[in-house]
């Protein structure tokens, strides 16, 4: 069935440094990428998404890059600052039709830890 | 701009009782999908609601319910209660229309607790 990975579940990295999360996704009909933030008591929050017509797509310090034929995508965090700590999820949605009108299929998070 | 609201924030209910869960949308959304995330798990789609209609379904017991008003507000039923359904509820909103490339918004969510 539908699955998504996320590796690594917890990352810790120094303030300053580079954060990568990584993604698989089993189904090859996956058209949609978000990436979402969420902190402690609060709810997910849309930080960065890529479509597949899009190999890599870039917002300041975030980006995102999706490799459709092996199916995995990666997020990116440069100069990571301690306001980036929270726990971040991926996501892969499939093409509307033949019943899908667009859940997303989450991976199971990674918790990212920067210290000052 | 309202972003996507829910109520309550946390909810404590006995196994075997029911519990109803509420969600407006975030301005101008006229789509509300509920999602389920346990303790330390990535969330998991329950249903999503559209002109008040139920459109899809993700692999929930029929003791999950929802309903959606004329004002696109949502309500998420869940009956005869498990502990195992303790968790915290999602509500996200979107933009159906005539695009289905909208992003989904989520809320803070409520925190159910089944002693």
């Known amino acids: 069935g539908e699955n998504v990975e996320q590796h690594p579940s917890t990352l810790s990295v120094q303030e300053g440094d580079s954060a990568v999360i990584k993604c698989t996704y089993s189904?090859?009909?996956?058209?949609?990428f978000p990436w979402y933030k969420q902190e402690l008591g609060k709810g997910p929050q849309l930080i960065i998404d890529i479509r597949s017509n899009v190999g890599e797509k870039k917002d300041q310090r975030i980006a995102v890059t999706l490799n459709k034929t092996a199916k995995h995508f990666s997020l990116h965090i440069t100069e990571t600052q301690p306001e980036d700590s929270a726990v971040y999820f991926c996501a892969a949605r499939a093409p509307y039709g033949s019943g899908n009108t667009g859940k997303l299929i989450f991976g199971q998070g990674t918790t990212l830890q920067v210290k000052p | 701009d309202a972003g996507v609201t829910q109520s309550p924030t946390h909810l404590i209910k006995t196994r075997g009782q029911q519990v109803t869960l509420r969600c407006s949308p975030k301005?101008?959304?006229?789509?509300v999908s509920w999602y389920q995330q346990a303790l330390g798990q990535g969330p998991q789609f329950i249903f999503q609601y559209y002109e008040e209609e139920e459109r899809q379904r993700g692999n929930f017991p029929d003791r999950f319910s929802g309903h959606q008003f004329p004002n696109y507000s949502s309500e998420l039923n869940v009956n005869a209660l498990l502990l195992g359904d303790s968790a915290l509820y999602l509500c996200?909103?979107?933009?159906?229309?005539?695009?289905?490339?909208?992003?989904?918004?989520f809320g803070n969510g409520t925190r159910l607790t089944v002693t």
């Open positions: 189904d090859s009909a996956s058209n949609y």
């Open positions: 996200a909103s979107s933009l159906r229309g005539n695009s289905y490339n909208s992003p989904l918004h």
């Open positions: 301005s101008g959304h006229d789509t």
